[in-house]
């Protein structure tokens, strides 16, 4: 299995993950009295929900190619390790579509549904974390190990990711909004940092590197 | 982060935008009494709005792809930039699916469904513009810096963009279907202004910057 | 504008487009009384839908390819062709879900659905017939000039397609579901005609031309 | 037609088929007194089905690669072959949705339904056959030849499938469940089988041969 054909897979799994979020937004039926205008701002939860996904897949694209940059040798492990977090990103455009439904209403149905996507992408996590620690355990699949202290930071990233998402899930039970609006926080830190890397670092600016793929 | 991977991502993205935009077009239910010619007619918003979205994102291909055959170097801003451009750019099916539905009936729904469009078109607008200035900011994303007049001459046309949306926006509520066909006119003539440009001119005519992704 | 990236962009519409047919094959629902398979085999007119609509997409594929394989140089009337067919391409998933919803009733809804699926397949027949014009109009925009015969023989095959799905439009009215066996039997006619040139006359064998996009 | 625009539309379709199959999970509609979670434990058989047909499409990206890396031209019948295995692969996702709506009821429903998800799963195994054999029927597609005995292998596991599938489509009679855990067992064997190849023996490994494509 070739790395190349492994990233355009990967590529477009989740590309289409992220740009099937949109149909999930349905334009509102309107009730007897009721204005457009009216109906779609109800639909904020469908919006918020959206903005956050969009932006949680966004950044597990941003943060699967980083880690693709490094990896010169694709094995056994890392493809399924790889079809296992596409299997959790592919799946969140379902939870996305239960917390634009059932988010408004409040009550167990908003905080089930809130706990559901939080626990989607809690599992999310873990599988990014789990592929990360199989490329990084030794370095049979690196081109380059990058650094001791750059490895263990990336760590602690995703760890503090698992923390994040199992304390999205636990607020879930007190406040649905809010633990939808920590994983867009979440999504958010995770994208600045992902931006603010300079891009001089980067293993693909050097050719022969990128092209051992 | 190499540009290539940014352009198929984006590529992707938008090829799916596109290709989802058809899905908001519903077979017609048949009323008693009704044959499905009339019911077919009855839905042209559905087609208009079809047509005037996929133009639009195919010029946004168009002068995506455009604006990165100048870039040499992706940094963290512009990768944000993009995901913001997208997220934007993914959203179009809605708005698409809300005029679909809302433009018939006319009064309020169509004008705060053409209203919502334009909106969506409008912030699209602003989000490509925000990724060409941080481009063209200065030299340091660039392979190669087109000549000053040809960045001023995509600077007038990005303005005129924001101009004409806007405009399409306040025209909604004069009336929802013309604001619907001036976007679609804009889009018209930015893929007719792409197209006039000779091919020569393109960077990607020149192997060593087209492989610098 | 690349060829490569107009390729890119192209195949993901395609792509795409031909596999969001099957959303459009609904799980039946169970009138009382009814196993659900006798609901199954109800739903014919689903199946020979998406059939017809495979084939049609895939061949649009394969000679998409096989026209581009010419191709050298890439010009704005070409990009505006190319997003023409894309459109026509993009919206066949709508008119087969109005055949596969339709067909089954019989009488005008039936004829209209078949027609409607007859024409957008002549207009996207038309949209390549212009795209094949243009591309072989003189020899600006070809790497190798194919001998004048293979021009001709291929000009035929344009002819033969909108000659044939006219005449399923036409049909139509006598019979929906001959007309739309006839577009199937144009599709798989252009799929073993494709698949009947000798690999060893492609220019894709040849790495410079293929390079050279 | 160029092994790489053949790979590429593959990956493309087999992404999207493998992503849409997540919009067939629906969010659940409460009835009264019903809580979101019990609502949405009773929806097991989406997420069973899910699960089995995210594993088979993933396994057959996997294996077409594997496939393709040893071929290294394309003929007509082998572009047919490919098409045919698209169709059926981008067909999964209707039964996926048939099972996940009529599982759980049970009785003929659950029976149909599984058998249709076996037997359409036993289709796009038979069409990778075709394809396979006509790849290793002799030395004209391939770059280089594998061992005899591992051809062996390949046919023997793609036999396996068959009666696998084969045997899944019976039990669809005894218990529609234990049919699709069935399947979802082959899909599992295929991944870990395809997983422990070691990667030294992967003609990606060496350029010459990847470049030949």
Redesign the interface.
């Known amino acids: 299995?070739?790395k190349s054909?492994l990233?355009?897979?990967s590529?477009?799994?989740?590309?289409?993950?992220?740009?099937?979020?949109?149909?999930e937004?349905?334009?509102?039926e309107?009730h007897p009295g009721e204005?457009?205008?009216q109906a779609?701002w109800a639909q904020w939860p469908s919006y918020l929900a959206?903005?956050v996904s969009?932006?949680t897949i966004?950044v597990i694209?941003?943060n699967h190619?980083?880690v693709f940059?490094q990896v010169a040798?694709?094995?056994?492990?890392l493809?399924?390790l790889n079809?296992n977090l596409?299997?959790w990103t592919?799946?969140?455009?379902?939870p996305t579509?239960?917390v634009?439904?059932?988010l408004h209403g409040g009550g167990?149905?908003a905080r089930?549904?809130a706990a559901?996507y939080c626990g989607v992408l809690l599992l999310t996590s873990v599988a990014f974390g789990a592929l990360f620690a199989w490329v990084t355990r030794d370095d049979r699949l690196l081109g380059r190990r990058p650094p001791a202290e750059v490895i263990r930071a990336a760590r602690r990233r995703f760890m503090l990711g698992l923390v994040v998402y199992a304390a999205a899930l636990a607020l879930s039970w007190v406040s649905a909004p809010l633990a939808l609006v920590l994983c867009g926080l979440m999504a958010l830190y995770y994208?600045?940092d992902?931006?603010?890397?300079p891009?001089a670092s980067?293993p693909?600016a050097q050719p022969p590197t990128?092209r051992s793929a």
């Open positions: 299995m070739s054909r990233e355009a897979f590529d477009g799994v989740l590309a289409i993950a992220i740009t099937l979020l949109v149909i937004i349905h334009p509102p309107l204005t457009l205008a779609l959206y903005l969009f932006l966004g694209w941003l190619h980083r940059t040798r694709v094995d056994g492990p493809l399924l079809l596409l299997l592919g799946l969140i455009p379902f579509a239960v634009a439904e059932h167990e149905a089930t549904a559901l994208a600045f992902q931006a603010s890397v891009a980067e693909d990128r």
